[in-house]
């Protein structure tokens, strides 16, 4: 019998299912979600669905891709889930794994994003993801990165949500190499299938208001302007579209890309976004988990500077001692 897994033509003697081909490639059942011939295969079923020659097979998993309350108890709220930090980020692009967990300790995080990728059946035993960012500690929200259609975005999701049973995902359909600016109408087709599927959507998408408010209106649970081309570095390119953004918004509105330093994320926060999500300025800093302590130090200032309200911009000097009794 020959089927194809991962892209790779295989061959089995004798009758086969989904766990027994899981078993001879050395994998881990709780750890990987399963796709035949373009079609969830549930876990439950595994050993009961039998492998037929011709089968395509993909095989996924993720990959890198406490109390942090003040003592008023800052918390924000996305899809009925509470939460204490505003800083969420990325697994990716980091030196390795251990890197990888100190620096996400190290920023406070409660939610890391995870890439959906094939199995690489070659080093069936070799360390994931979830070996060292415990889901049960970390809201795992997985993403559609790299993909450029609504059909694939809306397919990853769909094998992520089997692999994790997580509904909450981020929602990005890119529209080219280059810039990878988000693609708004393959987006929208996207996230109203995924809504009318039950999942709960945070959605990357263009700093336009118009859009932004589409988006929520199909029911997305949290919008996501970009700052910046992603991986730029560039900081809150468009303050105004971002305040905008805001204003009419009544779910959740986060930056997400083009965060570079301490100081971009501290002003997203001054706007009042609910969170930021970055992962390229912190893992790719010479010291990426001395930046992560850093935007945690930043966000929670430029939180705490939006809620206590700027002093108003004047002209001219204004001076702060008084001019009476003066010598």
């Known amino acids: 019998m020959n089927i194809t897994v991962n892209g790779d ?18 994998l881990d059942q709780g750890k990987v979600a399963v796709e035949r011939n373009l079609e969830i295969v549930p876990r439950s079923t595994y050993d009961a669905v039998s492998l037929a020659d011709g089968d395509r097979i ?42 990888t967990r100190d620096a996400i300790a190290a920023s406070g995080a409660e939610i890391v994003t995870v890439a959906v990728r094939r199995v690489n059946l070659a080093t069936p035993g070799a360390p ?29 999701l769909r094998l992520a949500r089997e692999a994790g049973g997580w509904n909450l995902v981020k929602l990005e359909v890119l529209g080219n190499v280059k810039t990878l600016y988000p693609n708004m109408p393959e987006t929208l087709k996207a996230a ?9 959507v945070m959605v990357y998408c263009a700093d336009d208001p118009i859009a932004a408010k589409r988006l929520e209106e199909i029911g997305c649970c949290a919008i996501m302007p970009l700052g910046a081309p992603i991986g730029s570095g560039l900081g809150i390119q468009n303050a105004v579209n971002i305040r905008l953004i805001i204003e009419e918004a009544k779910v959740p509105v986060l930056v997400d890309a083009g965060v570079g330093t301490a100081s971009d994320a501290a002003v997203a926060m001054e706007l009042g976004c609910d969170a930021v999500l970055m992962n390229t300025a912190i893992a790719e800093a010479k010291e990426p988990i001395l930046m992560a302590r850093a935007m945690k130090a930043a966000i929670e200032a430029g939180r705490l500077a939006y809620r206590a309200g700027r002093m108003p911009r004047k002209l001219y000097a204004d001076p702060s001692s008084p001019l009476a009794g003066l010598i």
């Open 9 to 26: 033509a295989m061959e089995f003697h004798g009758p086969a299912t989904v766990a027994s081909l899981i078993s001879q490639l050395g």
């Open 128 to 156: 994931m993801l979830v070996d060292y960012l415990d889901p049960r500690h970390y809201t795992f929200l997985p993403n559609t990165a790299g993909c450029y259609t609504a059909d694939d975005a809306v397919r990853t």
């Open 58 to 99: 993909e095989i996924v998993h993720f990959i890198g891709g406490g109390d942090h309350a003040g003592a008023d108890d800052d918390h924000w709220t996305v899809a009925g889930r509470r939460f204490t930090s505003r800083l969420l980020v990325g697994t990716g692009k980091y030196r390795d794994f251990e890197e």
């Open 192 to 200: 109203e299938v995924l809504v009318k599927e039950g999942f709960e």
